[in-house]
């Protein structure tokens, strides 16, 4: 098999293997519909209720994306600043790496006290999670921007801005596109870790009120709908990364 067609064929094998070990499970071992539904049942509550997931969907997504865009705003201007700053780098970096090391389910419940259960503390936690790993990804990746390639633009004449935009930035956009990765991963789980600790809305919620009415099919449905949030927002990344390696050079974007 090609290597695109194995990028199908071998996900689909393992989707298949796992829905085979959940039939066993409910039809076979009969395992208790409330700890695990059956997958009809849990494809009925997900086309049943379809319309109030993919609302409560709509709420986690803008989360996920403003906190994501609020991340990548701060986080890349930080980066580059630590990254052509020695006494900035020696300052904060070991800071960040430490916080990074924190766990932010920790910090929710302090920043929903701070900024209350609306939009502003769910953007503020998705933002917590998707931050440190653009602001390291991306400073790691300027600084190992080819001395040579500093060096070039130097000698011809190039300003700080040239420089950046020009040499540095380019070189450092695999890093940066591998940080952004992470980071929208993250942010989704950001998203329903802010809906956990207070909300009305969202799809977090909406896993917590179907688990307390011990609707498992439903919080199932949920669950499959955070899944392809997930893998939604990352293709997204995976395509802005197509994109651009259209037009950077073949040595800059290689991983």
């Given at each position: 098999?090609?290597?695109?067609?194995?990028?199908?064929?071998?996900?689909?094998?393992?989707?298949?293997?796992?829905?085979?070990?959940?039939?066993?499970?409910?039809?076979?071992?009969?395992?208790?519909?409330?700890?695990?539904?059956?997958?009809?049942?849990?494809?009925?509550?997900?086309?049943?209720?379809?319309?109030?997931?993919?609302?409560?969907?709509?709420?986690?997504?803008?989360?996920?994306?403003?906190?994501?865009?609020?991340?990548?705003?701060?986080?890349i201007p930080l980066a580059v600043a630590i990254a052509n700053s020695r006494a900035l780098n020696l300052m904060f970096y070991p800071l960040l790496v430490a916080l990074q090391s924190v766990p932010?389910?920790?910090?929710?419940?302090?920043?929903?006290?701070?900024?209350?259960?609306?939009?502003?503390?769910?953007?503020?936690?998705?933002?917590?999670?998707?931050?440190?790993?653009?602001?390291?990804?991306?400073?790691?990746?300027?600084?190992?921007?080819?001395?040579?390639?500093?060096?070039?633009?130097?000698?011809?004449?190039?300003?700080?801005?040239?420089?950046?935009?020009?040499?540095?930035?380019?070189?450092?956009?695999?890093?940066?596109?591998?940080?952004?990765?992470?980071?929208?991963?993250?942010?989704?789980?950001?998203?329903?870790?802010?809906?956990?600790?207070?909300?009305?809305?969202?799809?977090?919620?909406?896993?917590?009120?179907?688990?307390?009415?011990?609707?498992?099919?439903?919080?199932?449905?949920?669950?499959?709908?955070?899944?392809?949030?997930?893998?939604?927002?990352?293709?997204?990344?995976?395509?802005?990364?197509?994109?651009?390696?259209?037009?950077?050079?073949?040595?800059?974007?290689?991983?």
């Amino acid at each position: 098999m090609t290597p695109t067609l194995q990028r199908f064929v071998y996900p689909t094998l393992g989707l298949l293997l796992i829905l085979g070990l959940w039939i066993v499970a409910t039809e076979i071992i009969k395992v208790s519909p409330v700890l695990l539904p059956a997958p009809e049942d849990v494809f009925w509550a997900f086309i049943n209720r379809f319309p109030l997931i993919m609302r409560e969907s709509w709420v986690t997504l803008q989360e996920t994306l403003l906190g994501f865009l609020l991340a990548l705003v701060i986080g890349i201007p930080l980066a580059v600043a630590i990254a052509n700053s020695r006494a900035l780098n020696l300052m904060f970096y070991p800071l960040l790496v430490a916080l990074q090391s924190v766990p932010k389910v920790a910090l929710a419940p302090m920043i929903l006290v701070w900024l209350g259960t609306g939009l502003e503390s769910k953007l503020a936690i998705v933002w917590l999670v998707a931050f440190f790993p653009i602001i390291i990804d991306t400073a790691a990746g300027l600084r190992a921007t080819p001395r040579e390639l500093i060096e070039l633009a130097r000698s011809m004449k190039a300003s700080p801005w040239q420089m950046f935009a020009k040499v540095q930035f380019p070189a450092a956009l695999p890093h940066v596109l591998t940080g952004a990765k992470v980071a929208i991963t993250l942010a989704v789980i950001g998203a329903v870790i802010g809906e956990f600790m207070g909300a009305s809305s969202g799809l977090g919620y909406l896993l917590l009120s179907a688990t307390s009415q011990l609707n498992t099919p439903l919080a199932f449905a949920a669950l499959f709908a955070l899944s392809f949030m997930g893998l939604g927002v990352y293709g997204l990344i995976e395509l802005v990364e197509v994109a651009l390696s259209r037009w950077l050079p073949p040595k800059s974007h290689g991983h």
